[in-house]
């Protein structure tokens, strides 16, 4: 397997694989027995990555995803992620991560439906199993406080990575949000129901997730999605301020005040575990191998396509 | 037993009995023997009720309350409640429910206090216990997606029957929301404790409760008793919409997603059956018949008097 | 130990003794023992306390919280709020509790720093154990409905006594909210990160409790803090009206909805000793002694210094 296969060129060969056979689903055989451990060497602030790229400051790691085309979650993101998961973590000199897009469209729009055995592999490397939901709630469990700083699209796995931060802050103009599986055939399987089911109450999780519609910052901050809608121009000083000032305090106490809140509301294992595992099977049932080949075939994993996914997902569903 | 007085005329006579004694709350061996399998060989889309109107329109059932003269929750909304629920339940065809009311004053205004040992002997129908409470969640659990589509007042266990939909929204400028049975000598019975408690938190929830305060539309979007208060001109064209695009996507992912959210969300059964008994027991205790006698010789189920119900529960109780 | 150190100079020799030592966190044994079964003669509306000014009218307790010269939470003001709720729930007229401060710019801005032991010791004389965690928590769970009417701010050990309450109503213009223990060095330990994950969700629970900012009135609404913000000119006649319509209701409908919701919604007794007792040990530590000392060399403690106390807290953590 090639691991350094991020061009569009690439991921069209994958879109074409899939509109051409309902198999895939299961290779996992396949996946890429990447080591890691050479690159823990360096660390975490000077490590160089595929698809990340990042700057430490004062206790903070600054984090920009730029998984080219369009920071698609695929195996290529998720290896760099536990590779800074393992690196951040083992620098007491770090408190803080602060996660932003260098794209301005896309901070992650979904997973890479051509590839879900592939990611899913590589983020075993960090929790045992093939599961994002378990590598996402790795992180909410952590001893680092994260950050997430949105602009542009955070869509399925998307949502679901800045569910898992401590904290969510998008710009007012820009930031789309929306949990659109179900359209596609399969249940948010990142930790989405259990993460808005429990922020935003039954009635608000359920319109989210079974209308698969696309939300805007302002109804996002409404049904408590996100923490704040924040203007453009003052979003990066404001998450950057708090960033430091968080990293000011003792290490023990924020890893104990998480501990306390975790124990209230974050779900346990079991349950990310669970969502995860009904993901896996309803995204190999052929009722959602066709959808995502239909969707495919209309243009979904492609950067135009989905500045309007909410869009194209129900007029495929209307056909 | 008449099954056909639903005209202000025979609910006056009810009113009158209960001004008079004070012995009602226990006549359940009264309740009809009403034998719903006739109407069961019927498709849910093409049935005639009583007090509902139907419509169905690709996957959704669209369904109107007009239980004259004023949608009180009486023994024949509920009756009718269990046979569209069997039969959508019983057509694979149905995916949505949506329900408004016929009268764009009063959505559902509250139980019938004349009658409850009546309407609780129709819910025992399709649950095997008296009790709304178990019926509406029956409903929160189905595979079937509900939506509440408000206009007018919805009180005591009409706010309830909304709580138990999976999602509501209401017109901004003429909904209004009430959980007052506190100004009549009992708790909320039919899982407004559960839901609101969920919903809005500890704070906002008892505030409903023990203040059995009107609330219009928009502070109800900022508690979280509702998804979204809308302008009353775009609401119907919204959650048409939207129940359609549900409609569209597959039923097992909807069930799924549903069942994820409920193990989070929804309260177990075994709670709602205790409020419904802390109801049932505090609803015949001479306080809250006192207050019942009081409320009736007022307007309590009236038309006229109920537009503004917090105000006559506020001058009862200063009496 | 003098009971009526309640003057600006006395808390001042107070925080010199801290200055100049780090052993005053465990003196424990030397708190009063105060005998409050004098007082419990007198009805609770009668009653004349140290640091409250109380006044009953119609099945409503009206509370003043004033403890000069800041309302900062110690021995006095906690021995005060035993005897008040003592005598009040013994009292079967009173069936609401309105807590307002007589100061405008503080409500209750934290607890004494200095005088931890003592205020716990105080406290145990309700509960038996020494926490002011339990002594809210105890207030949480009684049969009287218990209204926080805010101005000025509640900030630490004050927030979580208004939390404790079972509504909350600030003016817009003044109220100010903050969870600032994390930048001193200590969990919130009162019930804070019981009450908020629960009413405002993780991700702002945790942006609360691990930032330490100030929250205006608005913002703390449109995250849960508190139910409303409301202007400041119609608050004090909104919490009146609110008092004596919930006080006009049945007492015995009043418990049982306040139970069903706590079954709901209210942490179990144990997990507020944990915080209890992680803030205790934390408080005690050489990190925690050493930014006290820091805060208090920076005017922790005094009217000036806290009226932007957030900045303080940054100011300091950046040295």
Known sequence: MNTNRTTTETIDQD???????????????????FDPSPLLAAPAGDAVYQTLKVRKN???????????????????LVRDLVALIQRAEADDAIKVLVFKS??????????????????????AKLTGEASIALLFRHLSASRLVTIAQIEGRVRGAGSEFVLAMDMRFATRETAIFAQPEAALGAPPGGGGMQHL?????????????????DFNAELAERYGWINR??????LDSFVRSLA?????????????????VNAIALAP???????SDLFGEASRSPEAQSRFRAALQHGFQTRDAELNLARLLGDLSAQ
Chains 1, 2, 3 share one sequence.
């Open 229 to 234: 809608a924040l203007p453009a121009d003052s």
């Open 58 to 76: 004062s206790g903070v790691l600054f984090v920009d995803i730029a998984a080219l085309p369009m920071n698609l979650l695929g195996p290529e």
């Open 244 to 260: 430091h000032r968080i990293a000011a305090f003792p290490a023990a106490v924020l890893a104990q005040v998480k501990d306390r």
């Open 197 to 213: 089911a429990r922020l935003m109450g039954r009635g608000r999780a359920l319109e989210v997730m079974l209308g698969a519609e």
């Open 15 to 33: 879109r074409r694989q899939l509109l051409g056979t309902a198999a895939i689903g299961i290779a996992m055989a396949g996946a890429a027995s």
């Open 269 to 275: 294992v079991e349950d990310f575990r669970r969502d």
């Open 102 to 123: 260098a794209d301005p469209d896309y901070f992650i729009p979904h997973v890479d439906v051509t590839r879900i055995p592939q990611y899913r592999q590589e983020a």
